[in-house]
């Protein structure tokens, strides 16, 4: 089974053209009003939550999910799209970490994909948790003690295209919080066949 990756953006584009204006206004509007045009509650209840996706999905599949690591590479910020180095505080030509993850089931089912930014300077002690290949970021980091709040940005829908098929997905980008700092962007897909996009 081929994991869904929206076409030509990954690894050096962010998936989503992330003007900042857009993501400071999105970020002022309450959570439950951006959601209010999805049908299922199940879907508004993902979105507009800020703890963490996998413990969600976990409770709402009712089994224990894993990490299915696709990809991860080191660019400059620049090369991770349009405000991104703005939202994280950094430099658009310093390093970042790009991730492509999956949250699968069993059988390697996804029900999420992940495009992830991280800044790997901020806080190296905790560098492994933002690049295990097995271990799911939110729980990395409480697993490693690490205390962090996350900022809901944007919610939406997207195109999910797995093995031929291609259906209406929604998504949701949020940051991850070291203290007081950025620490990580991430946008997340969610399975249409899992999580209703309608």
């Known amino acids: 089974m081929s994991m869904p990756t929206p076409p030509g953006v990954f690894p050096l584009v962010f998936p989503l053209a992330f003007p ?21 509650p199940l879907t508004r209840m993902l979105l507009s939550s800020e703890g963490q996706t996998t413990t969600l999905l976990e409770s709402l599949s009712g089994e224990s999910l894993r990490l299915r690591f696709l990809a991860q590479l080191r660019v400059t910020a620049r090369q991770t799209g349009e405000g991104v180095a703005a939202l994280l505080r950094t430099g658009e030509d310093d390093g970042v970490l790009v991730r492509h993850t999956a949250t699968v089931r069993a059988g390697d089912e996804p029900l999420s994909v992940n495009h992830v930014v991280a800044r790997l300077d901020l806080a190296p002690a905790i560098e492994h948790c933002l690049t295990s290949t097995s271990i799911p970021l939110g729980r990395a980091l409480t697993e490693a003690g690490t205390g962090h709040r996350r900022t809901l940005l944007d919610t939406g829908r997207r195109r999910w295209e797995q093995d031929g098929d291609r259906r209406t997905a929604c998504y949701k980008t949020y940051l991850v919080w070291h203290g007081d700092e950025p620490l990580v962007l991430i946008n997340e897909l969610f399975n249409p066949l899992f999580v209703p996009a309608g």
């Open 20 to 40: 900042l204006e857009r993501a400071v206004a999105a970020a002022r509007e309450r959570p439950l009003a951006r959601t209010r045009g999805f049908a299922s």
